[in-house]
C-alpha cells in the first residue's frame, strides 16, 4: 500500500527550529522527485521545497537560507529541516510524491510566542 506519512510538527518560538519527517511506503522514495508544501488557515496550499532523483534541491523564495529538504534511502524517509521559524511560516506540512495525487495527512507547525 502506498502511504505517505508526515510527522515532527510541534509548537516552536520565534527563531526555533523543527524536522519534518515523511515516511514513505510502498515505493522506493530515491526513484521519486519529492516535495514540501504547506497550507495555512485561509490560503491555498502553497509548494514549498523540492528533491530531484538526481539530488536537485528547489525553494520556494519565502524559505530560501532557512530550510533544507534531504532523503535518507535506507529509511525511505524525505525530511524538512527548518530553521529561523517566523510566525508566517506557521501551516500544515505536508509531503509530495510529484506525479500523483495523494498526500498525506500532514503535520501541524505552529510558531508562536
Known amino acids: 500500500q502506498v502511504q505517505l506519512v508526515e510527522s515532527g510538527g510541534n509548537l516552536v518560538q520565534p527563531g526555533g527550529s523543527l524536522r519534518l519527517s515523511c515516511a514513505a511506503s510502498?515505493?522506493?522514495?530515491?526513484?521519486?522527485?519529492m516535495g514540501w508544501y504547506r497550507q495555512a488557515p485561509g490560503n491555498q496550499r502553497e509548494f514549498v521545497a523540492s528533491?530531484?532523483?538526481?539530488?536537485?534541491?528547489n525553494y520556494a523564495d519565502s524559505v530560501k537560507g532557512r530550510f533544507t529538504i534531504s532523503r535518507d534511502n535506507a529509511k525511505n524517509t524525505v525530511y524538512l529541516q527548518m530553521n529561523s521559524l517566523k510566525p508566517e511560516d506557521t501551516a500544515v506540512y505536508y509531503c509530495?510524491?510529484?506525479?500523483?495525487?495523494?498526500w498525506g495527512q500532514g503535520t501541524q507547525v505552529t510558531v508562536s510566542s
Open positions: 509530495k510524491r510529484f506525479g500523483f495525487t495523494y
Open positions: 510502498g515505493f522506493i522514495l530515491s526513484q521519486n522527485a
Open positions: 528533491l530531484s532523483t538526481g539530488g536537485s534541491t
